[in-house]
């Protein structure tokens, strides 16, 4: 049986993969954030999970305002490096996991979520900066990824609930798949932050460190919130958090918490956690 051994949750930003790319990670500007990487790196090397349910979102990069899909799921065996316009990044394409993927997009269709099937999904930011920041990727990536994208651009979005309900089904669906797979799920975006606008810039910090507090110990209570209240609180832009409430929603009702970094120093209030599943856990 497949189980999910942990949740993690990363920020996203173009500028995220510049910095992984030339080596930038030791400035000033960059350290604070990725020094919140290396116990993920080492996390991850230690846990060996063997597929990432990866909680993302397209950026009007392979979808486009004539095709938006509420929730979508990548099936292919290879995800490719989608160009953003300023060229491809040099990374190998992202191996995926067929079989996993395609149970998941079966069984969520009998938990009531009917996902877009995927067969070609190039891979934008959302999904590469944390990606590659997190783990060694210059031959090959060490992990397969699923990715499951959710529109957080283009309203009508999922509600938190919704997002938090997807992630619990998803967890159901893990665990009916036969192979023996060690499962993290990562959540990315977030936190505060809105890109355009009178509130162009807009970061609370406050609201952030809330949020990390209740995602751990009353994540019902963050799924009950409208998007007009995440919206006031974290900027349009910071309803991106609802894929973290994905990720939380995939993992056990008490976590452990063992890691925690927050840093706001660019537009974004860059969070990462690490949360063991305590149904779950990682090195038994
Ligand atoms: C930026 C882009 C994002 O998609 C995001 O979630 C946060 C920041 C950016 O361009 O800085
Ligand atoms: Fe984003």
Redesign the pocket.
């Known amino acids: 049986m497949a189980r999910i051994i942990a949740g993690l949750g990363s920020?996203?930003?173009?500028?995220v993969g510049a910095a992984v790319d030339r080596r930038d990670e030791d400035s000033a500007y960059w350290k604070p954030l990725f020094d919140g990487y290396k116990p993920m790196r080492a996390w991850l090397e230690r846990a060996q999970p063997d597929v990432i349910i990866l909680f993302t979102n397209d950026?009007f990069t392979s979808f486009f305002l004539d095709i938006i899909p509420t929730f979508a799921i990548a099936v292919a065996g290879q995800h490719e490096i989608a160009d953003e316009g300023w060229g491809k990044r040099a990374l190998p394409e992202v191996p995926g996991h067929t079989e996993l993927a395609w149970h998941l997009s079966r069984q969520l269709v009998d938990l009531g979520f009917d996902l877009s099937v995927c067969h070609r999904l190039p891979l934008d930011?959302?999904s590469l900066s944390p990606l590659s920041a997190l783990m060694p990727h210059v031959q090959q990536w060490p992990v397969k990824v699923v990715p499951i994208l959710v529109n957080v651009l283009h309203f009508p979005i999922p509600t938190a609930a919704r997002c938090f309900q997807l992630g619990r089904a998803i967890r159901e669906c893990v665990e009916s798949f036969e192979d023996d797979l060690k499962v993290a799920v990562l959540g990315t975006?977030?936190l505060s932050?809105q890109?355009a606008g009178e509130a162009f810039g807009h970061i609370n910090p406050q609201w952030d460190e809330e949020f990390l507090e209740r995602l751990e110990n009353d994540p019902e209570s963050l799924a009950a919130l409208t998007h007009r209240e995440l919206i006031e609180r974290g900027g349009t832009?910071g309803v991106?958090v609802i894929m973290w409430l994905c990720m939380r929603g995939a993992l056990s009702r008490r976590v452990r918490r063992v890691h925690r970094n927050y840093y706001h120093a660019?537009?974004?209030g860059y969070a990462q956690v690490i949360f063991e599943d305590l149904e779950n856990l990682p090195h038994t």
Request: charge should be negative; aromatic fraction near 0%.
């Open positions: 920020p996203h930003a173009p500028a950026h930011h959302g975006g977030g932050h890109l832009e991106e660019t537009l974004t």
